[in-house]
C-alpha cells in the first residue's frame, strides 16, 4: 500500500512542477485538466502523510520496546502501539476506499429530468412532489438549481420538467436517482380512499463541458420560431425561441424559457452537448453494468429503483434494501443517508473487483 500512495505523491508533485511551468499555464485545456488533477489528488495525498507518520510511530514504539529497561516507559509504549496498530487497520481500510479509481464524470454538475409516468394526474403529481424533494436537498447542499424546461400536469406537478444544479460533486451525488420511482398513496383524485399505485421516471445525466464534446455545429439546423405559454408580451411576438436538431443523430432540442434568442441559444447549445454525450456515456454504463451484477448506479432507466409507501410512511430503496420509516423527512430533502448507503454499497462493489 505505501508503494502505491508512493507513487501517487511523486504524480502529484510532478502535477505541482508541471502547473508553474509557463508552457502549460499558456495553454489553459491541458491547465485545466491539470488542476482538477491535482485536486483531486490532494485527500490522497494527505493520508500519505498521515499514514507514513503512524508507520514511524510504529516502529518508533517497537524500537523503544527492543531497547528499553525503564518498565513504565515500557507499558506507555506497549499502550501506544496497541492504539497505533488499531487506528493503522481502520486507515489502511480508509485508504483501499480511497484508492478505488474514481468515476471521472462524478465531480460534474448534473442535469436531472423527471417525468411522469403510470398513474396519468396522480403520476404528474409525483413528479413535483420529487422535484420539491430534490429541490429541498439541493437547498440543505448549497447547490444551485435552475429549471430549464417543464410541462405542467393537469391537476398539478409536471408532466416533465428538466432542470440544472450545479456545485461540488453534484453528479457523484445524484447519479443513484436514475431509475423508476413508484409511489403507493391515496390520490387526491380518489373518492372511495383507495390505495393507487403510480411512477414517475428520474433520468441523471453528467453536465457536458466542451471539453468533453466535439460539438460542430456545421452539423446542427438551427430554427426560431415564437414562445408560446405564459411569458407576457414578448410571447407569440417575438422569434426568441430556439430549435436545434443535430442531423447525424437526430436529436432535437428546444428552448423558449428566456425572452432572449441569445440566452436560448446558449442554453440549448449547452443541453445538445450533453444529449450527444449522454450516447457515448450510456455505452460506457451499460458495458459496466454487464460486469456488475448488483449494480448501484445502473445504466438501465427503466429498472425500478425506489418505493415510496404513504400508508406506512416507509421508503425502500430496491438495489441494497434499505428501508426507513420517516417518508414526510424524506419527501422535505433528508436523503443524505440513502446515499451514503447507496456510496458505500457501490465501493464495496468496486473493492470486491479489485480484489477480484
Not at 142 to 147: A, G, P, T
Not at 166 to 187: A, C
Not at 277 to 301: F, H, I, P, Q
Amino acid at each position: 500500500m505505501l508503494d502505491k500512495l508512493e507513487a501517487i505523491y511523486a504524480r502529484y508533485q510532478e502535477i505541482e512542477q508541471q502547473m508553474n511551468d509557463p508552457q502549460v499555464t499558456s495553454d489553459m485545456k491541458r491547465y485545466v485538466k491539470l488542476s482538477k488533477d491535482y485536486k483531486d489528488l490532494q485527500p490522497v495525498v494527505k493520508a500519505y502523510h498521515d499514514y507514513k507518520n503512524l508507520l514511524d510511530t510504529i516502529a518508533e514504539c517497537k524500537d523503544l520496546l527492543s531497547t528499553e529497561k525503564d518498565e513504565e516507559l515500557r507499558e506507555m509504549a506497549k499502550a501506544e502501539l496497541a492504539e497505533c496498530s488499531e487506528r493503522r487497520d481502520k486507515m489502511e481500510e480508509e485508504i483501499r476506499i480511497l484508492l478505488i479509481p474514481e468515476d471521472p464524470t462524478d465531480s460534474k454538475n448534473a442535469v436531472v429530468e423527471i417525468r411522469g409516468g403510470t398513474g396519468g394526474d396522480e403520476a404528474c403529481i409525483f413528479a413535483g412532489d420529487l422535484f420539491r424533494m430534490y429541490s429541498r436537498y439541493c437547498e440543505k447542499k448549497h447547490w444551485r438549481i435552475e429549471v430549464v424546461d417543464f410541462n405542467e400536469g393537469p391537476s398539478g406537478g409536471y408532466k416533465d420538467i428538466t432542470f440544472n444544479v450545479t456545485g461540488d460533486k453534484v453528479y457523484g451525488m445524484l447519479k443513484y436517482e436514475s431509475g423508476v420511482h413508484r409511489v403507493q398513496r391515496v390520490p387526491a383524485t380518489e373518492t372511495q380512499g383507495r390505495v393507487h399505485t403510480s411512477a414517475a421516471g428520474v433520468v441523471v445525466l453528467p453536465e457536458a463541458e466542451e471539453l468533453d464534446v466535439e460539438l460542430n455545429m456545421s452539423d446542427v439546423r438551427k430554427e426560431t420560431f415564437c414562445a408560446s405559454g405564459p411569458g407576457g408580451q414578448c410571447v407569440n411576438t417575438t422569434y426568441s425561441a430556439v430549435r436545434l436538431t443535430h442531423i447525424p443523430t437526430g436529436i432535437v432540442v428546444s428552448m423558449q424559457d428566456q425572452k432572449s434568442q441569445i440566452k436560448n441559444m446558449e442554453k440549448a447549445i449547452s443541453i445538445l452537448r450533453t444529449r450527444l454525450y449522454e450516447r457515448e456515456y450510456n455505452k460506457y454504463m451499460e458495458e459496466l453494468s454487464s460486469k456488475r451484477k448488483t449494480m448501484v448506479a445502473t445504466g438501465d432507466r427503466s429498472e425500478k429503483v425506489r418505493t415510496y409507501n404513504y400508508p406506512q410512511s416507509r421508503v425502500t430503496d430496491h438495489r441494497i434494501g434499505y428501508t426507513m420509516y420517516n417518508l414526510p423527512a424524506f419527501m422535505d430533502g433528508d436523503i443524505e443517508d440513502l446515499i451514503d448507503a447507496l456510496q458505500l454499497a457501490e465501493n464495496a462493489e468496486k473493492l470486491k473487483e479489485s480484489v477480484g
